[in-house]
T-cell receptor, first 117, second 112 residues
Framework: GAVVSQHPSWVICKSGTSVKIECRSL??????MFWYRQFPKQSLMLMAT?????????EQGVEKDKFLINHASLTLSTLTVTSAHPEDSSFYIC?????????????FGPGTRLTVT | QKEVEQNSGPLSVPEGAIASLNCTYS??????FFWYRQYSGKSPELIMF????GDKEDGRFTAQLNKASQYVSLLIRDSQPSDSATYLC????????????FGRGTQLTVWP
């Protein structure tokens, strides 16, 4: 299967600061990547769809000025949490769509655990 | 009606048994069907995908798709304690560029 990496795997930051999370497709090019958030014992929640070379599409209720997404290349998408607050503490997971074969299976990165103090 | 529904669980089976996980979807335009496994504290891992009606087997896993009944299932044969996880059913629609619509997941426990 395809490999997706995320960096960092965990991060602790102070309230009011910004944090950038990187998502890379290592062995394939991904025109579309997705960003999810998951709180403990809850379902995955799609935050936004990231398309290479164009603006991200955000889900209803997700603040695009707070969660900045940049899909600058076919292998890299970044999520920046701006002016982080403790309620932003969560598990952030990206996925990338591999369209080399089939109808485009999605593979998830290992996730980034964010703690805002 | 929710887009994707899974049997609520939790499901508990003894080691060596067959675990059966079920999923129904509401949109007849759904194109692709996936099963992900998620261990506690980890991200989802793709274990099976199926696009056509019928069965698809991969090792101990069999995915079954019935588009007429809008039903997809996952069978795990010879279940092992290491199979204990939450299993997520997901579907895509042709109109939404690969976006996954997830069920809430079924928690499976395989006891020795």
């Amino acid at each position: 299967g395809a490999v997706v990496s995320q960096h960092p795997s965990w991060v602790i930051c102070k309230s009011g600061t910004s944090v950038k999370i990187e998502c890379r497709s290592l062995d394939f090019q991904a025109t579309t990547m997705f960003w999810y958030r998951q709180f403990p014992k809850q379902s995955l929640m799609l935050m936004a769809t990231s398309n290479e070379g164009s603006k991200a599409t955000y889900e209803q209720g997700v603040e695009k000025d707070k969660f900045l997404i940049n899909h600058a290349s076919l292998t890299l998408s970044t999520l920046t949490v701006t002016s982080a607050h403790p309620e932003d503490s969560s598990f952030y997971i990206c996925s990338a769509r591999d369209t080399r074969q089939g109808l485009g299976e999605q593979y998830f990165g290992p996730g980034t655990r964010l703690t805002v103090t | 009606q929710k887009e994707v529904e899974q049997n609520s669980g939790p499901l508990s089976v003894p080691e060596g048994a067959i675990a059966s996980l079920n999923c129904t979807y509401s949109d007849r335009g759904s194109q692709s069907f996936f099963w992900y496994r998620q261990y506690s504290g980890k991200s989802p891992e793709l274990i099976m995908f199926i696009y056509s009606n019928g069965d698809k087997e991969d090792g101990r896993f069999t995915a079954q798709l019935n588009k007429a009944s809008q039903y997809v299932s996952l069978l795990i044969r010879d279940s092992q304690p290491s199979d204990s996880a939450t299993y997520l059913c997901a579907v895509t629609r042709g109109s939404t560029l690969g976006r996954l619509y997830f069920g809430r997941g079924t928690q499976l426990t395989v006891w020795p």
